[in-house]
Nanobody, 127 residues
Framework: VQLQASGGGLVQAGGSLRLSCAGS????????MAWFRQAPGKEREFVAA????????AYAKSVKGRFIISRDDAKNMVALQMNSLKPEDTAVYYC?????????????????????WGQGTLVTVSS
């Protein structure tokens, strides 16, 4: 199983980026999908998650209203549209897959419950 995250880069504050995560050796349709991030010197934290069926999402308070997570199971991809970026959004962003289970927003934020992780893509937001 491989999750390949892409789309990171350098952007000015207020700008936008779209991250993508493509899967191989796994069918996303059986998994909840999420994005986490790790800023320099900090622990990895939850960003956003989408239920296996695509009709429920969860967001960290720090990104709610600015980021949008979406999935396309036909393409085996999950995306994170990031708008109104801030310098504090600078981090390595990871996509993750968790085997389908009863949706619980708090549990979706628990990185220990995820089965597979991508390698990360760096997002740098300049002020």
């Amino acid at each position: 199983v491989q999750l390949q995250a892409s789309g990171g880069g350098l952007v000015q504050a207020g700008g936008s980026l779209r991250l993508s995560c493509a899967g191989s050796g796994i069918s996303f349709s059986g998994y909840h999908m999420a994005w986490f991030r790790q800023a320099p010197g900090k622990e990895r934290e939850f960003v956003a998650a989408v239920i296996w069926s695509g009709d429920r999402t969860a967001y960290a308070k720090s990104v709610k209203g600015r980021f949008i997570i979406s999935r396309d199971d036909a393409k085996n991809m999950v995306a994170l549209q990031m708008n109104s970026l801030k310098p504090e959004d600078t981090a390595v962003y990871y996509c993750a897959a968790r085997q389908m289970s009863v949706w619980n927003e708090n549990r979706m934020k628990n990185q220990n419950l995820y089965n597979y992780w991508g390698q990360g893509t760096l997002v740098t937001v300049s002020s």
